[in-house]
């Protein structure tokens, strides 16, 4: 169970177009989803925090207009890359607390962006 | 927020026990000790926690020293499928999960 779907699992995009990325909880509800960016051999960094029927919560230095975040519903949480560059090529992960009692987080499967 | 120190990397032949440490000298009292791990190019899969007892699950045992400033993640049997990036994270008082550079871990046969 707590199973996170993530989609796409890899997109290639032309400079200056925007890209999606869904987050889905599939069997449980996620009223917070955290949303992360990882370079290639470093660790993964905290972009920004999603709250349903709220406006998201952006770390520090992360741009919000460039990095919108939708969570329109309990269960969907949506990453849109607006006029993508090349230096926006990355790997993009979700995450959702599983449950209250043991504090765990599962994550999806990431999506590779790929602006060219 | 704590912070944790980790080797960048390890190496455990097959069938070993791999014994990833950390350490988390400026740890609270109520925050939890989290281990997860990234195979590559996946998302981080989840591997077990805990506060300040030993924790032992189906993948791995967790041991906390008593003053709770450092602990290691036990991996009983290593497999090849067991090589991965290991990260140590002490979870700040907020729902955020921050990685650290954790420990690239390397089963050989």
């Known amino acids: 169970g707590a199973v996170v779907s993530q989609h796409p699992s890899w997109v290639i995009c032309k400079s200056g177009t925007s890209v999606k990325i869904e987050c889905r909880s599939l069997?449980?509800?996620?009223?917070?989803m955290f949303w992360y960016r990882q370079f290639p051999k470093q660790s993964l960094m905290l972009m920004a925090t999603?709250?349903?029927?709220?406006?998201?919560?952006?770390e520090q230095g992360v741009e919000k207009d460039k990095f919108l975040i939708n969570h329109a519903s309990l269960t969907l949480s949506t990453l849109t890359v607006t006029s993508a560059h090349p230096e926006d090529s990355s790997f993009y992960i979700c995450?959702?607390?599983?449950?209250?009692?043991?504090?765990?987080?599962?994550f999806g499967s990431g999506t590779r962006l790929t602006v060219v | 927020d704590a912070k944790t120190t980790q080797p960048t990397s390890m190496d455990c032949a097959e069938g070993r026990a791999a014994n990833l440490p950390c350490n988390h000298s400026?740890?609270?009292?109520?925050?939890?000790v989290y281990w997860y791990r990234q195979i590559h190019s996946q998302g981080p899969q989840y591997i077990i926690h805990?506060?300040?007892n030993n924790e032992t699950n189906e993948m791995a045992s967790l041991i906390i020293t008593e003053d709770r400033k450092s602990s290691t993640l036990i991996l009983p049997h290593a497999t090849l499928r067991d090589t991965a990036v290991y990260y140590c994270i002490v979870r700040p008082n907020t729902d955020k999960l921050i990685f650290g550079t954790g420990t690239r871990l390397q089963v050989f046969p």
């Open positions: 999603s709250n349903e029927g709220s406006k998201a919560t952006y």
């Open positions: 400026t740890i609270s009292g109520n925050e939890y």
């Open positions: 805990g506060l300040k």
């Open positions: 995450s959702a607390p599983r449950d209250r009692a043991n504090y765990g987080y599962t």
């Open positions: 069997d449980f509800q996620a009223t917070t």
